[in-house]
């Protein structure tokens, strides 16, 4: 009885978590399609906002703005996380190393109050001293983002690679392949995954800043969370509904086509574990006759 209890209590708590994550999310999609001005009251149904939202251009600019911000970001941070969790790993202790480490992660639990006003000082310092650059907009907010996602990647790549055998490598640097060439033929392929969750971490929270960006972007350089916290200030616009509901509905489908790939894949790779099995049971059960006879 004891047990029970505490089966229906977890359930409880579980089913009330829930209700409080996702059931605002409801309501917002439903508010989407009021045809009210006002977001609290609802006056029936009408999806007019979605056509307002695509007509409205500020909105749509940033959103190609973010976009492009984001994919750049991601990038570039792949890169450069990627060559700091190989010093962090791979190469041996030598001095500094601790400072350098430090240094990769630091973004990681630096406020990003701190963070954006740090880097708007050296904006600011740079244009005095090598007049670059000369204003603030999205290659400035590239710059930024890129400075703390790489500091992402770099702790997912690294906790990847402390993983990878390395006797795989040095075989094949024995067999006379360069060490560029064993990179991109044996270690890439190995820590691709690595690489892709980083790249969908670091685009993910490039889509998302807001603190970091205000801080570094000028007049004509305005990413969607700006945006969508500038209208919001002013009081919610039923466009914003709207806006909420498309990128739930965009996070959904990408996690569901995920969610289907992998499945894909792991029963693929179930099929295959079975069939070698049987085959190397097959192959047993034919020696075992050779010898018996």
């Not at 240094?103 to 954006?116: F, H, K, N, R, S």
């Not at 392949?177 to 820590?191: N, R």
């Not at 790249?199 to 969370?225: E, H, K, M, R």
């Not at 969610?259 to 029963?267: F, G, P, Q, S």
Request: net charge neutral; proline share 4%.
């Amino acid at each position: 009885m004891i047990a029970s209890h505490r089966v229906n209590f977890s359930t409880v708590m579980l089913v009330l978590g829930l209700l409080f994550l996702y059931l605002p999310m409801v309501v917002l999609v439903v508010y989407s399609f009021n045809v009210s001005e006002l977001v609290t009251v609802w006056a029936g149904f009408s999806p007019k906002w979605y056509g307002a939202l695509f007509e409205d251009e500020q909105i749509l600019s940033a959103v190609w703005t973010s976009l492009r911000v984001a994919f750049f970001s991601a990038s570039m941070a792949v890169c450069l996380g990627t060559v700091a969790a190989f010093v962090m790993t791979r190469f041996g202790h030598f001095r500094g190393k601790t400072a350098l480490s430090s240094m990769v992660t630091a973004p990681l639990v630096m406020p990003e109050v701190i963070t954006g006003l740090s880097l708007l000082l050296l904006f600011v310092q740079m244009a005095q001293l090598i007049g670059w650059p000369t204003d603030r907009g999205m290659t400035t907010i590239w710059i930024a983002h890129t400075t703390f996602c790489s500091a992402y990647v770099a702790v997912v790549v690294a906790a990847r690679l402390r993983e990878v055998d390395r006797s795989i490598e040095e075989a094949a640097m024995d067999l006379g392949s360069p060490p560029m060439k064993t990179f991109f033929s044996v270690t890439l392929p190995v820590i691709f995954s690595a690489l892709a969750a980083g790249w969908l971490l670091a685009f993910t929270l490039s889509l998302d800043d807001l603190v970091i960006a205000s801080f570094v972007s000028g007049p004509g350089a305005n990413t969607l969370p700006m945006v969508v916290f500038s209208s919001v200030r002013m009081g919610v616009s039923p466009k914003i509904n709207a806006l909420a509901t498309l990128i739930i509905l965009t996070v959904s489908l990408a996690t569901f086509v995920a969610w289907y790939l992998m499945r894909h894949n792991e029963n693929k790779r179930r099929v295959t574990l079975e069939a070698d099995a049987q085959d190397t049971a097959q192959l047993r059960r034919a020696r075992a006759n050779q010898v018996s006879e």
